[in-house]
């Protein structure tokens, strides 16, 4: 799947890009024949909003399908895992598209 990644904040290593690129296609497996229009992942910082401003990351999934726009966005401490809990819960929002079509 092509996978257009944009970083608000953060510069994107190669190793953000792999990682946002391998868990995207994990999702091709829960796609099946549904063909993908367009797969857009924002991933960005936060300034802190707790008292120990630590850096909030902020990851977002728009997967553009036949009649459809999938949006997920999540936010965690850690860059990874919000990208984890943002394929996790786009995967969610596939098998719901799914079972509606």
């Given at each position: 799947m092509e996978v257009r990644i944009k970083g608000t904040d953060?510069?994107?290593t190669e190793e953000i890009k792999s990682h946002i690129q391998e868990k995207m296609d994990m999702l091709?497996?829960?796609l099946g024949d549904v063909p993908v229009l367009n797969c857009d992942v924002e991933v960005s910082v936060e300034?802190?909003?707790?008292?120990?401003k630590s850096k909030i990351y902020r990851a977002e999934v728009n997967l553009q399908v036949p009649g459809d726009l999938l949006r997920v966005e999540k936010t965690e401490q850690y860059l990874h895992k919000?990208?984890?809990?943002?394929?996790?819960h786009m995967a969610r929002s596939i098998k719901k598209y799914?079972?509606?079509?």
């Open positions: 953060i510069e994107l091709e497996k829960y300034p802190g909003r707790h008292e120990d919000a990208v984890d809990k943002v394929k996790d799914r079972e509606k079509k």
